[in-house]
């Protein structure tokens, strides 16, 4: 059940189209163990359907010794979470064999990371679940999920023109919305998403030649965001940033998208103030720099010294599907969650915290979801058909 017209329209299609490696999580976390398990997964089935993506590779840059301090950091975890083919670049030199405009002192070459167009895996998918007898019901937003009464079909869920479907389990994947379609089965109202729009600029086509890679900062580990970088594209753009400021509604991509329930919802969440008078002056700079755009190209500088501010134009947005805990902090790991009584508590799953590399991991979480619905929901063998 899909409440838009269309397959990929928000979450999957509004990402940077990039297929992590796993350099970046926590040795032991999910993130780390399905982001890698997740990008190989994807390669495979790409290969397997004739999927284009492109291994264009991605550089960490250290542009200053506290960050080379932090890069070793990195390097270590990419070895821990099983990452292949790292290369610790030693020199601005190394850095130039792979991206001769890139500035820094030291880098990670992440060989095995990729680019792809996640909206053409979604729609393969799809036609897998066709082909095996699913169907995919379009414009069909969910209002309800209860239970019906029934012992074959204890699930009844409620759509928004009252049609009603029964089903035996039922699996949630609701992006932007998953804190209130997981409230539906009695499930807490935090963590909360909080959505958090990131624009890009877009480099001009004359100017492309400039990055061949995506590159990438090290971390800030006192910042809730990463960070600027550069984004090669499968239609042959470079996308660059992005930015972390406050949509006004959970699927608002312009400042003119607003629904002032769900701003109200944000801005009156201890957790959401709590982030902001941690972070006020990062939070003041982004919204500057999202108003102002030439001054987010003096971050890309930093990297690229050569781009200007003419090289680049406002380019698309995307809004995090992020779940922030009432202390302010986001949650650093994906969650998955479901009733804690009654019939619904071994019926209906919830993916509630599934931001980047979600994309990447999703195959690994379907794969891991499965395991978790036969284990906990008593279901028998299911039948894996990609």
């Known amino acids: 059940m899909e409440k838009e017209k269309d397959l990929g329209i928000h979450q999957t299609g509004h990402n940077s189209g990039v297929i992590h490696a796993g350099i970046y999580y926590l040795p032991g976390s999910l993130k780390a163990k399905l982001c890698v398990e997740g990008g190989k997964l994807i390669m495979d089935h790409c290969d397997k359907k004739n999927i284009p993506y492109k291994k264009v590779g991605k550089l960490i840059v250290a542009t200053d010794e506290e960050e080379v301090e ?54 393969s998918h799809a036609n897998d679940f066709h082909d095996n007898g699913g169907e995919i019901r379009l414009r069909t937003e969910v209002t309800a999920i209860e239970e019906s009464g029934r012992t074959d079909y204890p699930v009844r869920v409620v759509d928004r023109m009252k049609h009603v ?41 004359a100017k492309t030649k400039m990055v061949k890679c995506n ?26 940033g992005p930015n972390a400021v ?15 329930l769900e701003l109200l919802d944000s801005l009156t969440y201890s957790g959401f103030i709590t982030l902001c008078l941690k972070n006020l002056k990062y939070g003041m700079g982004e919204m500057t720099r999202s108003i102002i755009w030439p001054l987010q190209v003096k971050k890309l500088q930093k990297y690229i010294p050569n781009i200007k501010i003419e090289d680049c134009s406002r380019g698309p947005a995307g809004v995090r599907a992020q779940a922030l805990a009432p202390d302010g902090s986001l949650l650093e790991d994906f969650y998955f969650d479901k009733s804690r009584t009654g019939t619904l508590k071994d019926k209906v799953l919830h993916c509630r915290n599934c931001p980047s590399p979600g994309a990447t991991s999703s195959m ?3 794969k891991m979801l499965v ?3 036969t284990k906990e929901f008593g279901l028998g063998e299911l039948k894996k058909i990609c």
């Not at 601005?92 to 996640?118: M, V, Y």
């Not at 900062?217 to 470079?238: A, E, I, Y």
């Open 70 to 123: 932090y890069l070793k950091v990195l390097y270590e975890r990419g070895l821990a979470n099983g990452v292949k083919n790292m290369e610790f670049i030693e020199s601005q030199e190394g850095i130039h064999k792979f991206e001769p405009e890139c500035r820094g002192l030291k880098a990670i070459w992440s060989p095995n990371t990729a680019i792809i167009d996640f909206k053409n895996l979604a729609k």
């Open 165 to 205: 479907l029964v089903a035996k389990y039922v699996l949630s994947c609701a992006g932007l919305h998953s804190d209130k379609i997981s409230m539906l089965t009695g499930c807490p109202r935090n963590p909360r998403i909080v959505p958090f729009r990131g624009e890009y600029l877009l480099l001009k086509p």
């Open 215 to 240: 590159i990438y900062p090290v971390p800030n580990p006192k910042m809730p965001f990463l960070g600027v970088h550069f984004t090669p594209r499968m239609d042959g753009n470079v996308w660059l």
């Open 246 to 260: 406050l949509a006004y509604k959970r699927e608002g991509y312009s400042y003119l998208d607003i629904n002032l």
């Open 364 to 366: 690994a979480i379907a």
């Open 371 to 373: 395991e978790k619905m």
